[in-house]
């Protein structure tokens, strides 16, 4: 390779890499002013509880209470100074204790937390993906049409109706109608990482794993048909057909060349296991981040809040640099800068 090029491919590199930093520092910046414009706080939440539960102390030992708790997790400083405070932390990977969990590190929670998702929502994506890229491109190329009605009829009717009902739906047959068990209780202990607790962890998320494939797949089904039928009509695949090319042959090259805008489908979605699903967590009491982050934003936990979301963009940041520069390896069509 040429010095020119390069030279041309770090500096696409090093801006590339420098957008993914303005990103990640745009996405915290927003994440703390959004927290921040919550009508209430931590400390309100706790004096609030015990305002409720009959506490005995006056409004004014209450009032003292709410300044001291403001001020132990220092939510009495303006807020420009928290955004400094925020920002240095970060940097230097501290997200500050939990508020509701006072003192246990947002940190550790989410760790705790995040290997739930994982297991759960990866699984979903990738399967689902595979699911319905493969379905979709046979569906077509496939002759048998009253088939394919069928699956495009189906995906056509689930994609718009909101998880909240179709997995409600799929709860009241999985339990009610067909008695199948249910494993809804939480997370166990961890002694350590070890080959049961992992395996506990797959057989915990196996029935909400079920509901996201039923109907997860359509919305990849309906896009890579799309990308098939319109594939099918580009002229290098027609000039195969009219070579005599066999059907696998012909399958594979629709196949590959559809499956390129697919890819950024795949690695952005991916990246949502790191905010968790609020919506599935809930349904199925499934001990992830979804579930973590629903308590924080109920309990007016910024910190918990803030860190659940910052991991979230720092991984769409990150998968948005990886596919930059892995594009032009994928596709012939895009070139690095200065490559020949």
């Known amino acids: 390779m040429k010095l020119h090029s390069v030279k041309s491919l770090l500096s696409y590199i090093a801006k ?3 957008l993914m930093i303005i990103m990640i520092w745009v996405g915290l910046t927003l994440s703390f002013i959004i927290s921040r414009l919550l009508p209430f706080n931590a400390a309100d939440y706790l004096v609030s509880q015990l305002a409720a539960a009959g506490s005995q102390l006056s409004a004014k030992d209450l009032e003292n209470m709410r300044r001291q708790l403001l001020s132990l997790y220092g939510l009495d400083k303006p807020l ?27 940190r550790d929670i989410i760790i705790n937390a995040l290997p739930w998702s994982i297991v759960l929502l990866m699984s979903a994506s990738i399967i689902n993906w595979i699911i319905g890229n493969v379905i979709g491109v046979l569906a077509a190329i496939s002759k048998k049409r009253n088939v394919v009605a069928v699956l495009e009829n189906f995906a056509l009717v689930t994609v718009p109706i909101p998880y909240a009902v179709l997995g409600l739906a799929f709860l009241i ?26 395996l506990s962890m797959f057989e915990r998320a196996l029935v909400p794993l079920l509901g996201l494939v039923i109907v997860g797949w359509t919305g990849s089904f309906l896009y890579m048909k799309n990308l098939a039928v319109r594939m099918m009509q580009e002229d290098f695949i027609v000039y195969k ?13 629709v196949f590959r060349n559809a499956l390129i805008p697919q890819y950024t489908g795949l690695i952005l979605g991916l990246t949502r296991v790191f905010a968790g699903s609020m919506l599935v967590e809930y349904l199925f009491n499934y001990p992830g981040i979804g579930l973590i982050l629903r308590s924080a934003i109920s309990s007016g936990d910024f910190n918990l809040m803030v860190g659940i979301v910052s991991i979230s963009v720092i991984a769409v940041a990150i998968a948005t640099f990886i596919l930059d520069l892995t594009y032009p390896l994928l596709d012939p069509r895009i070139r690095y800068p200065g490559a020949g």
Do not use: E, W
Not at 241 to 253: N, P, S, Y
């Open 16 to 18: 590339r890499f420098a």
């Open 80 to 106: 420009f100074v928290q955004y400094l405070d925020f920002l240095r932390n970060y940097f230097v990977g501290n997200m500050g204790p939990s508020f509701a969990y006072f003192p246990t590190p947002v």
């Open 173 to 198: 047959v999985y339990a009610l109608v067909l008695k199948l068990p249910l494993t809804m209780y939480g997370r166990p202990v961890a002694v350590g990482v070890s080959l049961g607790y992992i």
């Open 241 to 253: 057909i009219l070579q005599g090319a066999k059907d696998r042959h012909v399958t594979g090259m």
